[in-house]
């Protein structure tokens, strides 16, 4: 009993010293370790952040100063500008003579000077006339106005208005400028001629190939006289008459007058050809013979290829357009079947 009462009366035995200092100092140091890392970071904010806020505080000062001087400027200038004509600078004053240091004076130099501009009564008074005149241009047409002069040229050639319009005829000329190789039609490949669908475009391209040779040939000609004409007038006493002949005899009566009237008959009579295709292809619409033949009579104008007065009178003596021409009257009768009428044409 005496000894489990000593036992139980024994004060616990407390932990040996050097382990408790190793724990307090460990602890005291992590907390002395946070505290002060976590203190460094919030102050390096802080001190950022106040650096920042000085930084735009001293750029809006600086602006704002800026403006206040420019707005002080602006205000003195007004003044300036705005003063009589009989306000004189006091060249003594530093105010007037600039409104800041930083602007030069030069410019109110001439800030006094009168208005020297003339009214309309002295103006007049002066005898001097001056007038400042501007105009307007109308739309140019897209096909100029042909002159009066080659309207009758085109008339005489072309033979617009005659019922011998469509007897120009070019086939024999050209044959004497079509010349192969190269002033000919060109033949197609024969690895792919069984794909040319468009033949009928070699009827042109001779046509167009003789018309090349042929101005070739003018040109050809109009050198070598000019050239003769200048060697003759170099060995030779020049009067009026001989002048006059020699240029009668190369120009009028040599090659040079034969190929220009050949390249005029090739031109005229390719055009008339077209003219007679293109008025073929609406006659042949026609349902009377006897008013076909009537149409073909009528020749065509300078503006249209059946001259208009003629050919309106003749229509309406046969009823009007629906009735003369087929297409019209197919198409006519093709409108009633759509909207209701007859169906078919």
């Known amino acids: 009993m005496d000894n489990q009462e000593l036992i139980l009366n024994a004060e616990p035995v407390p932990e040996t010293s050097g382990v408790s200092n190793k724990r307090s100092r460990s602890c005291s140091s992590s907390s002395t370790t946070s505290s002060s890392s976590g203190s460094s970071s919030s102050s390096n904010i802080k001190r950022k952040r106040s650096r920042r806020h000085r930084r735009k505080k001293n750029k809006r000062d600086r602006h704002i100063e800026q403006m206040d001087k420019l707005l ?28 800041c ?39 140019e047409p897209s096909v100029p106005k042909t002159s009066e002069k080659f309207l009758k040229m085109l008339s005489d050639v072309q033979r617009l208005g005659c019922s011998s319009w469509s007897e120009i005829r070019y086939a024999e000329t050209q044959k004497l400028y079509n010349h192969s190789p ?42 070598d006289n000019i050239r003769n004409l200048i060697l003759w007038a170099k060995t030779t006493d020049i009067n009026f008459d001989n002048l006059s002949h020699k240029v009668e005899e190369l120009f009028q009566k040599g090659d040079f007058n034969k190929i220009s009237s050949d390249l005029l008959q090739l031109v005229c009579g390719h055009r008339a050809e077209s003219i007679e295709m293109r008025r073929e292809s609406i ?63």
């Open 182 to 223: 190269g002033f000919i039609d060109l033949e197609t490949n024969e690895e792919v001629k069984m794909y040319d669908t468009m033949r009928y475009l070699k009827y042109a391209d001779k046509s167009y190939a003789a018309l090349t040779y042929c101005i070739l040939k003018q040109k050809e000609s109009l050198q």
């Open 283 to 345: 006659t042949s619409q026609v349902k009377d013979p006897a008013l076909k033949a009537s149409l073909n009579r009528i020749p065509p104008s300078n503006t249209y290829i059946f001259d208009s007065e003629p050919f309106t009178t003749v229509l309406e003596k046969a009823g009007g357009i629906r009735k003369t021409l087929l297409l019209c009257a197919r198409l006519f009768r093709y409108w009633v079947s759509c909207i209701g009428g007859e169906k078919g044409i």
């Open 101 to 139: 240091s930083e602007i030069s004076g030069d410019l109110y130099d001439n800030h006094n000077l009168t208005d020297e501009r003339c009214t309309e009564s002295e103006y007049q008074k002066s005898g001097y006339d001056f007038t400042f005149d501007i105009v307007t241009k109308l739309k």
């Open 72 to 99: 002080k400027e602006v205000g003195e200038l007004r003044k300036h500008i705005f003063t009589s004509n009989n306000f004189e600078v006091n060249s003594n004053n530093n105010d007037y003579n600039s409104v």
